[in-house]
């Protein structure tokens, strides 16, 4: 499994997609119990489920990991782990993936520098509000040292996003081919170009 791990447009979605739509990998569809936002789409966005459905698959121990946002449960499922799937975490999920996956999982952090980020926000349209806001929590949030494991550190300013995401592409599939956890043939199966 492929984890990206990055604060607020360090580029982890943009590059995740790039592996989805050219690469073969798959999107971890996680679950969620908050309410479906306009355009959003089940299954696709998140699996939205109540409460209630959430906290008895937590009972059924069917997640990885759960984490409580803005008062709504998030969790991944353990049958959405595999080596084509690529899912974005923050450090606390990254920490918690670390010790349940073990050597099954790749940890990329992507990183680039506040300005560049803030440039990133701009041009998406964010607020100037909500882009302070998050300037300030990822600084509290992404602090490396407080991660157990991150296998390969990536600059997003430097390269553009699709040689971006072949690097990453190339570096997780050697490093699986490394660890024993593929062959050459089943890497070869999840690159579609």
Same mark, same amino acid.
């Given at each position: 499994?492929?984890? !990206? =791990?990055?604060? #607020?447009? #360090?580029? $982890?979605?943009?590059? &995740? ?9 798959? $999107? ?5 119990? *908050? ?13 939205? =489920?109540?409460? &209630? ?9 069917? !997640? =990885? ?12 499922? !353990? ?32 990183? &680039?520098?506040? #300005?560049?980020? =803030?440039?990133?926000?701009? $041009? *998406? ?6 882009? +302070? *806001? *998050? ?17 390969? !550190? ?10 971006? &995401? +072949? $690097? ?18 089943? #890497? ?6």
């Amino acid at each position: 499994m492929l984890i !990206f =791990i990055g604060a #607020s447009a #360090s580029g $982890k979605t943009e590059i &995740a997609k790039i592996l989805i739509n050219h690469y073969g990998f798959e $999107k971890v569809v996680t679950y969620t119990s *908050r309410p479906m936002r306009d355009g959003e789409i089940d299954g696709v966005d998140y699996h939205f =489920i109540d409460t &209630a459905a959430f906290e008895a698959k937590i009972e059924r121990q069917e !997640f =990885i990991e759960t984490v409580i946002y803005n008062g709504n449960f998030y969790g991944t499922a !353990f049958n959405d782990t595999d080596v084509n799937k690529v899912l974005i975490v923050d450090p606390k999920g990254a920490n918690v993936l670390a010790e349940k996956l073990g050597e099954s999982a790749v940890f990329f952090y992507l990183e &680039a520098p506040q #300005s560049v980020r =803030i440039n990133r926000m701009k $041009k *998406r349209g964010d607020h100037l509000q909500d882009i +302070k *806001r *998050r300037i300030e929590k990822d600084r509290d949030r992404f602090i490396v040292d407080n991660l157990k494991r991150v296998d390969f !550190f990536i600059q997003t300013n430097h390269h553009g996003l699709y040689d971006l &995401a +072949k $690097k990453i592409y190339e570096a997780y599939r050697q490093e699986l081919l490394h660890r024993g956890k593929i062959t050459m043939r089943e #890497s070869e199966l999840f690159h579609k170009l």
